[in-house]
């Protein structure tokens, strides 16, 4: 009798461990970053922001699409507010929680729209690849100027 | 306390060995089996999520540098981007290596399709299991919102490294479980001596109870059910023993009695059996009725001396105050000097090998022998036989006649006291005592007296012992 119930108890132990088919499982969230071109932030005639997105067939990273925004709006009927200095390479460094850009411009070769410029392209380039929309970033100008220390937000996307 | 020292009985102690043992490894392998089922489980879902983490994070570090919409490049670098066994698909157009399509179950696709989230599932090919992944490459608006882009691209990772690992774990849960069974069959041994040991006492002292020491006691230990038992077993032979020493009172008040009695009755029948014998004698010559009447007192007379005798005899056994005096005695020679003083050596047969000599209690064996005899005389039918064989260390006296025989029912009685095979026949010359006192003075011998049927009358057989030097006078009478 005792005998009988160890071994219904070992029973009921191995079948309900047994190894099925196992169901489909939640893996997190899913990956992100393929677009048709990169988005680029321009002024519009009242110095409003306005999205542009350069077909290009690819994202790419923020510090191609700085390229693009410092090489400005091109033969379109937008406007920029950084100097075209002729340099157009800018150092990107993304943490947790900031996006560090070393722009090649003077605080004075940029309008504060265009510092908004840089910070929504920065910021739009970021979450499109994946990012988070709460990440801030610091412009940083070659001069020293309080503004460096900054961390910003673009105005459009929140 | 008697010394029983038999081999252990092998069930109590077996089935609580049995039991503790059963008990340790159902305890264990029940342990083992959820600990390292539980372990096993976490161990695989974080290696999934890992998996899948480093799927995601793969795709995520190559799909801003692919052209969007994919061409079949962009398919292929992303698959080589992945890496591994993995398949990337755009609408129609695929990239794969050499991933069989057949693998993805309908759930996982549909998971992929229908949420923006990546899904993984556990399949088994071939008896390997592997974490089949798949997920949606998002395209991810400028303000945050997500949307699918259309690509999927699903991976098969190998678990063999995982499942090894938790292998791992059930062999450490089952080697634990193992080395845990000594203790068990330690602790087992323990409880198994504590309830033992008692069981064990009760044992003995109800040995000792049944060989008939009734002094005998079981010691309680502690205050358990055990305890309890042997306080119980005690009350019972304190009770056993008190009655018990009644009936011996009682039994031994009633020999008292008839030994008292049939010595207060000897002298005054010696008296009167010395008067009938005058009486006897003065009656020669008058009438034929006075002298029947005589004849019939003296004769009368005999046999309650005779009766008389016979119970003092018993008494004496009984009392075990009998003394046996053992001389050297010829088994042959003493069978016929009892024939022939009681005139029977006519009517019997013997057959009796000279030389047979003994040291026995002559008069006793004569007692056993006569009263043997008589019996087959008085209750059988000639020819009455007596033999004599040699035994080793002894010798078998027997005694047949062809009488009616012991019938099933007499047979278990014959030496019963006053017992009488033939209630009619109620006035015999015998006392009704002379078989219950030949099987006594035989069992004084240290021998014994049977009685058995052989289908054509009685026999009776009777076995004495050699009595060696020095016994005699020392044996005490009694059962």
Known sequence: MRRLGAAAV?????????????EVVDGGPAPTGVASGVPL????????????????????????????????????????????????RMGVTVREDVIELMTPLAADEVTPAGIDQIVCTALAVHVQSGGSPDTGVRVRFTLDTPESDEVRRCPVTG | ????????????????????????????????????????TALVSSHQQRTTEAVAGSITAVAPQ???PPDREALDRLRQAVGGDTLV????????????????TDELRGAVRDGHRSAAQRITVDGRTWLLVGTPVMATAPDGTRSPS???VYTLRDLAAVEREVDGLVLTAVATAAAALPLSVLLALLAARGVLRPVRDLRDTAGALAAGDLGARAEPHGADELAELAVAVNEMAASLQESMAAMERMQADARRFVADVSHELRTPLSTLAAVVEVLE????????????????AISETHRLIRLVEDLMEVSRLDAGTARLRAEPVDAAAAVRDCLRLRGWSERVEVAAPEGIVLRLDRRRLDVILANLVGNALRHGAP?????????????????????????????????????????????????????????????????????????????????????????????????
């Not at chain 1, 110095?47 to 067939?57: A, Y």
């Not at chain 2, 077996?14 to 089922?37: E, N, Q, Y």
């Not at chain 2, 609408?91 to 993805?104: C, K, N, W, Y």
């Not at chain 2, 015998?430 to 011998?445: F, V, Y």
């Open chain 1, 10 to 22: 070992v029973l009921a132990l191995v079948t309900s461990c047994g190894s099925g088919p196992a």
């Open chain 1, 41 to 88: 932030y321009f002024l519009d005639g009242q110095g409003e922001l306005v999205l542009q997105v350069r077909d290009t067939g690819r994202l790419g990273s923020i510090s191609e699409a700085m390229s693009l925004l410092l090489s400005g709006p091109g033969d379109s009927d937008l406007g920029t507010g950084i100097d075209a200095t002729g340099a157009q």
């Open chain 2, 1 to 40: 306390m008697r010394a029983l020292r038999r081999p252990l009985p092998r069930g109590l102690r077996s089935r609580l060995l049995t039991a503790f043992v059963l008990v340790t490894v159902l305890g264990a392998v029940a342990a083992a089996w959820s600990g390292a089922g539980s372990a096993g």
């Open chain 2, 66 to 68: 692919l052209t969007y």
């Open chain 2, 89 to 104: 698909t755009y609408g129609d157009l695929t990239s794969t290596g050499v991933f069989d399509t057949g693998l993805i």
């Open chain 2, 150 to 152: 259309g690509i999927e």
């Open chain 2, 281 to 296: 004698s003065s009656a020669e010559g008058t009438d034929d009725d006075t002298r029947e009447s005589a004849r019939m």
């Open chain 2, 383 to 479: 020819p009455v036989r007596v033999e004599v064989h040699r035994l080793p260390g002894g010798v078998r006296v027997t005694v047949t006649d062809h009488g009616p025989g012991l019938g099933g029912d007499v047979l278990p009685r014959v030496f019963d006291r006053f017992y009488k095979a033939d209630e009619s026949r109620t006035r015999t010359p015998g006392s009704g005592l002379g078989l219950a006192i030949a099987r006594e003075n035989a069992r004084l011998h240290g021998g014994d007296l049977t009685a058995s049927d052989t289908g054509s009358g009685a026999r009776f057989d009777l076995v004495l012992p050699d009595r060696g030097e020095g016994e005699e006078d020392e044996e005490e009478g009694g059962r």
